[in-house]
C-alpha cells in the first residue's frame, strides 16, 4: 500500500469515527436536552404559518378568481334580474339599457302638508310590494351570489335596503290616527333614505354590470 492509499484509508476511516462522534453527540443532546423538540415545534408552527398565509392570500384569491370568471355570464344574468327587478317600468327603458329605479312617494308632497289616510294606506301597499318584490328576486339569486364573486356590496345593499323599507313601515304604523308634526317629519325623512337606497342598490347593480361587460371585452 502506498503513501496516497494510506491517506485515503485514514481520511475514510477518521470520516467514520467523525460520523459516530456526531450522532453520539446529536443523541445526547437529544437525550440531555429538548433543543430538538424545540426545533421540531418551531418548525411546525412555522409551516403551518406559511400554509395559512398561501391559502388565504393566495390560493382563495386564485381560486376565488377563477369561479367568479367561470360563472360570470350566470352572475350577469343574476344581476340583470335584480336591477330589472328595481326597475320603474313607466320611466325605464329596459331595451335600451335605461334603468330608473322605482322610488317610494313623499306623504304630504313636497309642501310638507299631512299626509291623508288615503295617502299612508297606498304608502304601506306599496311598501309591502317592494318588500316582497326584493325578497323574491334576492331568495333567488342570494345563494349564487354570495358564492360566486365579489358581490358583498350588493348583498349589503339589498339588506340595508330592505331594513329601510321596515323603517318606513314602522314609521307610517307609527302614526296610526295621529298625524302629529313630529311623526309625520320622521316618515318623511325615513322615506327620502329609502328612496336614496334604492338608487344606491341600483348604481352599485349598473356598476358590477359594467366592470363584467368590461372584463368580458378584455379577455
Same mark, same amino acid.
Given at each position: 500500500?502506498?503513501?496516497?492509499?494510506?491517506?485515503?484509508?485514514?481520511g475514510?476511516?477518521?470520516?467514520?469515527?467523525?460520523?459516530?462522534?456526531?450522532?453520539?453527540?446529536?443523541?445526547?443532546?437529544?437525550?440531555?436536552?429538548?433543543?430538538?423538540?424545540?426545533?421540531?415545534?418551531?418548525?411546525?408552527?412555522?409551516?403551518?404559518?406559511?400554509?395559512?398565509?398561501?391559502?388565504?392570500?393566495?390560493?382563495?384569491?386564485?381560486?376565488?378568481?377563477?369561479?367568479?370568471?367561470?360563472?360570470?355570464?350566470?352572475?350577469?344574468?343574476? $344581476?340583470? /334580474? *335584480? !336591477? &330589472?327587478? #328595481?326597475?320603474? =317600468?313607466? +320611466?325605464?327603458?329596459l331595451? @335600451?339599457?335605461? %334603468?330608473?329605479?322605482?322610488?317610494?312617494?313623499?306623504?304630504?308632497?313636497?309642501?310638507?302638508?299631512?299626509?291623508?289616510?288615503?295617502? $299612508?294606506? /297606498? *304608502? !304601506? &301597499?306599496? #311598501?309591502?310590494? =317592494?318588500? +316582497?318584490?326584493?325578497?323574491? @328576486?334576492?331568495? %333567488?339569486?342570494?345563494?349564487?351570489?354570495?358564492?360566486?364573486?365579489?358581490?358583498?356590496?350588493?348583498m349589503?345593499?339589498?339588506?340595508n335596503?330592505?331594513?329601510? !323599507?321596515?323603517?318606513v313601515?314602522?314609521?307610517?304604523?307609527?302614526?296610526?290616527?295621529?298625524?302629529?308634526?313630529?311623526?309625520?317629519?320622521?316618515?318623511?325623512a325615513?322615506?327620502?333614505?329609502?328612496?336614496?337606497?334604492?338608487?344606491?342598490?341600483?348604481?352599485e347593480?349598473?356598476?358590477?354590470?359594467?366592470?363584467?361587460?368590461?372584463e368580458?371585452?378584455?379577455?
Open positions: 500500500m502506498d503513501k496516497s492509499e494510506r491517506w485515503a484509508a485514514v475514510r476511516i477518521g470520516a467514520f469515527i467523525g460520523g459516530l462522534a456526531l450522532m453520539a453527540v446529536i443523541f445526547i443532546i437529544d437525550i440531555k436536552t429538548s433543543i430538538w423538540q424545540d426545533l421540531v415545534v418551531l418548525a411546525g408552527l412555522a409551516g403551518s404559518l406559511v400554509t395559512f398565509l398561501l391559502t388565504f392570500l393566495v390560493v382563495n384569491r386564485v381560486v376565488g378568481r377563477l369561479t367568479e370568471r367561470r360563472w360570470a355570464p350566470v352572475t350577469r344574468v343574476a $344581476l340583470t /334580474d *335584480l !336591477l &330589472h327587478g #328595481l326597475a320603474d =317600468e313607466g +320611466r325605464s327603458e331595451s @335600451r339599457g335605461i %334603468v330608473v329605479s322605482r322610488s317610494l312617494p313623499v306623504p304630504g308632497g313636497d309642501d310638507g302638508e299631512a299626509a291623508s289616510a288615503e295617502e $299612508l294606506a /297606498d *304608502l !304601506l &301597499h306599496r #311598501l309591502v310590494g =317592494e318588500r +316582497r318584490l326584493l325578497t323574491e @328576486r334576492l331568495g %333567488v339569486w342570494a345563494g349564487f351570489l354570495a358564492s360566486s364573486g365579489n358581490n358583498d356590496e350588493i349589503r345593499q339589498v339588506a335596503t330592505s331594513l329601510q !323599507l321596515d323603517r313601515r314602522d314609521a307610517v304604523l307609527a302614526i296610526g290616527g295621529q298625524e302629529s308634526t313630529e311623526a309625520m317629519t320622521a316618515l318623511r325615513e322615506v327620502v333614505c329609502c328612496n336614496e337606497n334604492l338608487d344606491a342598490l341600483a348604481a347593480i349598473e356598476h358590477r354590470l359594467r366592470e363584467h361587460a368590461n368580458a371585452v378584455g379577455q
